[in-house]
């Protein structure tokens, strides 16, 4: 009992700093799309152009994490802290690599990639001016995915929130300052969060310096190490790709249905978006612990944790489940003032609700298999899962089905089929005891 106890405050201390790291980054948006909004529509506009392409690329860099930690556990567990720390400053360097390229072709290609939406050419001047800015701020940030990925390899969540709220604050403090003191409009936007995300990689600096000298690791970046951190890096990059093609493809199908039915999908994938957040934390949590013991060499605490991390997931999805179904008939209204909209998406809500406990589970086998560094097999699967899903959503839209009931089956190709089949691929694999041999 007592060690049961144990596992659960070690995840319960893990989780939840993560968790309030994972709601500072989109808080970052949220601060830029309210000063913005004062502006007026037609930069706000802009900012929303600029945002979907920046979150395209940051979203799909988010390996430069999840390849990190689990590298940087197995070695600190193993009671190599030297090399631990020596694996996350390579992961570093690679960002700032990686960034420093994508930032020079983002930059050049900014006009085109905002020419793609079709916008007016108002819209597009102000989504330009913002985004062209906000490319030299992607080191930074890729910087700062891998820079946290040490940390919570070193089993620290509580550094990377203390820095994402610091950075979260200086971001409002400069926005308002340039945008308003200063008068640069949506530039100053742009140049406020590039600046704040400078200030977090100066700070994250400061924090693996102090550990690469407490533990005599070298700062330099290594040849190996960065091939190792960019080969396992690019299987959870075609894996994050294969979850873009899923997201992408259903926005797409919700498009053909009708309009009403894609801002009913807007309602219930963002609830799912923010449910998310704290199954995320929890795969963080189950992602550092289980790297950690595969590098001690404990499988026994290994199977605990997996165990207990898996149930902590179900339970959650449960709870939260219970809270979205018994919201179900509000959240409509809450969202858009419209009766209408609110009957429409109440259904896909309680499917929603329904699938929650999946989702718990499926986002906690993720981050075990991710600790494991069974990236390969996640890339597979990843290409697996949407075997079923697209045929799904092709017969959703070959139907002609809208309305309530088009929303309805929408939710369940992507909570039934696509969830289910994550699950299958995650579970076959953690039963048949193959990710146990990935980490060697």
Known sequence: MAARTSLNREILRLAVPALGALIAEPAFLIVDAALVGHLGTTPLAGLGIAGAVLQTIVGLMVFLAYSTTPAVARRFGAGQPDEAVSVGI????????????????????SPWLVSLFGASEAVAAQADEYLVISMWGLPAMLIVFAATGLLRGMQDTMTPLWIAGLGFGANALLNWLFIYGFGWGIAGSAAGTVAAQW??????????????????????????GLRNTATSGGWLFLRTV???????????????????????????????????????????????????????????????????????????????????????????????????????VQPALLV?????????VVFV???????????????????????????????????????????????????????????????WRVRSGRWLSAAA
Not at 90 to 109: E, K
């Open 90 to 109: 390579n992961g570093m360097w690679l960002a700032l690599g990686l960034g420093a390229v994508l930032a020079v072709i983002g930059a050049v290609s």
């Open 199 to 224: 200030g977090m990689v100066a700070a994250y600096v400061l924090v693996v310096q102090r550990l690469a000298s407490r533990h005599s690791a070298s700062l330099r970046a290594q040849r190996d």
């Open 242 to 344: 294969s979850l873009r093609v899923a997201l992408l493809a259903t926005v797409a199908v919700a498009t053909g249905v009708g309009t009403d039915e894609l801002a009913g999908w807007q309602i219930v994938f963002t609830i799912f978006s923010a449910a998310a957040f704290a199954l995320d934390a929890l795969a963080i949590a189950a992602q550092a612990l289980i790297g950690k013991e595969l590098g001690a060499g404990d499988e026994q605490q290994v199977q605990r944790v997996l165990g207990r991390t898996v149930a902590w997931g179900a339970w959650f999805g449960v709870a939260v489940g219970a809270v979205i179904a018994a919201l179900s008939g509000v959240l409509g209204i809450v969202f858009t003032g419209d009766p209408h909209v609110a009957a429409l």
């Open 352 to 360: 929603l609700a329904v699938a929650q406990p999946i989702a718990g």
């Open 365 to 427: 086998l993720d981050g075990v298999l991710m600790g494991a560094n069974d990236a390969r097999y996640l890339a597979i699967a990843g290409g697996l899962n949407l075997v079923p899903f697209l045929p799904a959503l092709w017969i959703i839209a070959a139907t002609g089905v809208d309305g309530a009931a088009g929303l309805i089956w929408l939710a369940v190709a992507f909570f039934g089929v696509y969830l289910l089949a994550r699950l299958g691929t995650l579970g």
